[in-house]
């Protein structure tokens, strides 16, 4: 089964708001913690990534939260934009670089 | 910066018919490679990785085969295509920074 997971399947959110989108993860041994953005028919984008000895990393209108007590890690988007309407996967390090994803939250900007 | 390309974009084949699935990487030498699965509205399930040439990595027991036998290219293959190995099959590698890096992806559909 899929070790790492998403509280929610879609997220609909306001041009300009920010967006936050959550996971959590079952694997305590984890080291490295990535987000992917996935549009339409093609393959997930490398969004940003964080380590298990940092917990927040910020990247351009990103940031990346992780919370190893309660593993879980978050993406916060700020000013969202039409253009990321997509679905979001955090993938977490299961040993030799190989990814657990979760299902993926849909985000949906609205106009 | 490297880049990894897959064809076909999009195949359509009759059940009990072969595959072969390809993926070649630019820009890094032997690079740890990944065939992945993603079913529609999920996350991504790895099939195969390998760490070099001839070396390869099952995740899960299926249909399907990978070889490796070139550092950068990478093939995905089944002697008899099931309906139930529809899908989206992506292919990745491993970069200098240890972040995966995707394709674009080959959308198969099995009739």
């Known amino acids: 089964g899929e070790s790492v997971g998403l509280h929610l399947p879609t997220l609909s959110v306001q041009e300009g708001d920010n967006s936050i989108i959550n996971c959590a993860y079952s694997?305590?041994?984890?080291?490295?913690f990535i987000w992917y953005k996935q549009e339409s028919g093609k393959g997930p984008q490398f969004i940003i990534d964080?380590?298990?000895?940092?917990d927040k990393r910020q990247g351009q209108r990103v940031t990346v939260l992780l919370n190893k007590t309660v593993k879980h890690l978050s993406l916060q988007i700020a000013a969202t934009q039409p253009g990321d309407s997509a679905v979001y996967f955090c993938?977490?390090?299961?040993?030799?670089?190989?990814?657990?994803f979760g299902a993926g939250t849909t985000v949906t900007v609205r106009a | 910066s490297q880049t990894i390309h897959q064809w076909p974009a999009t195949l359509v084949q009759p059940v009990g018919s072969p595959l072969s699935l390809e993926c070649t990487v630019e820009?890094?030498?032997?690079?740890?490679l990944y065939w992945y699965r993603q079913a529609a509205g999920r996350g991504l399930q790895l099939l195969f990785y390998?760490?070099?040439?001839?070396?390869i990595s099952s995740e899960v027991p299926q249909n399907l085969s990978a070889s490796r036998p070139q550092d950068r290219q990478f093939i995905l293959s089944s002697k008899k295509l099931l309906l139930s190995d529809s899908g989206f099959y992506l292919c990745a590698g491993l970069n200098q920074a240890d972040t995966q890096y995707f394709g674009p992806g080959t959308r198969l559909t099995v009739l």
């Open positions: 390998s760490v070099g040439i001839g070396q």
């Open positions: 820009g890094t030498s032997n690079p740890n």
């Open positions: 964080i380590r298990s000895n940092m």
């Open positions: 694997n305590s041994a984890s080291d490295y």
């Open positions: 993938a977490e390090n299961s040993g030799d670089y190989k990814l657990s």
